[in-house]
């Protein structure tokens, strides 16, 4: 009896390998698809906002769009306001990629008069108080760890005595 044996290895088909790289390329080009690409950044809607002329009365607002154009989550940590008058409320605190929440700020024109209020400070009914503040926001943003927004007035009327 004869038995005649091979001495060749036996090769996988040919289109057995070029389906499993095809595979593995469409795996890894998904996951690199959804892979995040670079660190939070920050961008506002607007940096700075005049209210014109206002009554020394009067409470204004204003909304400000603050979205993560990054490619990780972004932090708000913190929120500040450079005077009393000014009052901020932040939406959200996390934004993922993509993402957009709301900075309602809030002058109220009445409480910065009482605090600048001084014998020497007084608004006369025809010359305007030009005044300015701004909201500070902290964040996780390598590149803007901290960023603001600029809010103008021209207070009009007379000062109300606290």
Not at 11 to 39: C, D, E
Not at 98 to 125: C, N, P, R, Y
């Amino acid at each position: 009896m004869n038995i005649e044996q091979s001495t060749q290895p036996t090769r996988p088909k040919r289109g057995l390998i070029l389906g499993l790289a095809l595979t593995v390329l469409l795996i890894g080009g998904f996951s690199w698809a959804m892979w995040p690409k670079g660190p939070p950044q920050i961008q506002l809607s607007l940096e700075s906002y005049d209210f014109g002329q206002i009554q020394a009365t009067d409470k204004v607002e204003t909304t400000v769009m603050v979205r993560n154009v990054g490619g990780r989550p972004l932090e708000i940590l913190k929120v500040t306001a450079s005077c009393g008058c000014t009052k901020a409320q932040l939406g959200s605190e996390t934004l993922q990629p993509g993402q957009q929440t709301t900075l309602k700020i809030i002058f109220d024109a009445a409480s910065h008069s009482a605090e600048s209020m001084g014998s020497e400070d007084k608004v006369s009914s025809t010359k305007p108080e030009e005044v300015t503040h701004a909201v500070y926001l902290r964040t996780n943003d390598p590149e803007h760890p901290e960023v603001e927004v600029e809010i103008k007035a021209q207070i009009v009327g007379k000062k109300v005595s606290p």
